[in-house]
């Protein structure tokens, strides 16, 4: 079972509705302990660590001691939090009692967990909810509320690395379509990130770090790369001007591309132009 291998404690859980309608965000509060919540309906925004996240029906809400979180006040949902090292006391609303921040020496069994997903077993995770609530009590843990609290778990993180998986697949995916899309587009010199990322339907500043984070470049340098590499096909195959290859390549400045070539390959594009010469007779 799960909690002979972490054991966590339920300090609180319960369910909250305030339906307000606002858009207005809470007051910044810092987590002290470890917060699983289930979003039953509605929608709302959570700024989780400066990062914004839509918050649907049926999502769940995970969030590590030490984070800065805000809202909007459109709550209708279960909410849990546990401990997994440190002595708290089970408290009712502990969330608005100052204290500790729990350490998070033991949360290595949680980084499964990402910050908002739609688990696959929602319905089961639901009832899991409503169980715990229904048989909790703060003077003592049932072995009916640890075993829901158990099954809810696993089933969570099962969820939570399927989701992974298929969020490194749409990003893998994400990254190959746009750099197909440079591929057909390099020509164009007033190729702009934003008109990249907007071929894969996803935001400039996130693109770009999903870019990095597959690729380990950035896209202009990716992109100057794949221009270089037509280029020396151009140079090497075509008797076509330096300053024609340029602009054949998608690079509006000669001198710039003259420069990225040497930078690229060791020397200009004439001399690379000039040391290849035999070799292209001897393909010929």
Not at 29 to 49: A, K, Q, T
Not at 266 to 283: E, H, W
Request: glycine letters at 4%; charged letters at 25%.
């Amino acid at each position: 079972m799960l909690s002979n291998l972490i054991q966590p404690a339920i300090l609180d859980c319960g369910y909250v509705k305030l339906m307000s309608n606002s858009t207005k965000l809470s007051q910044k509060r810092i987590v002290r302990d470890y917060e699983i919540d289930y979003n039953i309906s509605g929608g709302r925004i959570m700024i989780l660590d400066g990062k914004r996240y839509e918050i649907k029906p049926n999502s769940i809400i995970f969030k590590y001691p030490g984070q800065v979180v805000q809202s909007t006040e459109n709550f209708d949902m279960y909410t849990l939090t546990l401990q997994l090292s440190g002595n708290k006391k089970p408290q009712k609303n502990i969330r608005k009692i100052d204290g500790e921040i729990q350490s998070t020496e033991k949360s290595d069994f949680f980084s499964s967990l990402v910050p908002c997903f739609s688990p696959m077993h929602y319905s089961e995770i639901l009832n899991d909810y409503a169980k715990i609530i229904k048989t909790y009590s703060i003077h003592e843990q049932s072995n009916e509320c640890r075993d829901a609290l158990d099954h809810m778990l696993h089933l969570l993180f099962a969820d939570a690395i399927t989701e992974k998986q298929a969020k490194r697949n749409r990003s893998s995916s994400n990254v190959e379509a746009a750099i197909g899309f440079m591929e057909k587009n390099y020509q164009n010199s007033q190729l702009s990130l934003s008109d990249i990322a907007k071929s894969v339907n996803i935001s400039d500043s996130y693109f770009a770090r999903l870019f990095k984070q597959e690729t380990s470049s950035t896209p202009k340098n990716y992109l100057n790369n794949i221009r270089l590499r037509q280029a020396k096909w151009y140079v090497t195959y075509t008797s076509d001007s330096i300053n024609t290859i340029s602009y054949l390549c998608g690079f509006d400045n000669p001198q710039y591309f003259i420069s990225k070539f040497k930078a690229k390959y060791g020397i200009t594009p004439q001399a690379y132009r000039q040391k290849n010469k035999i070799t292209k007779q001897q393909g010929e």
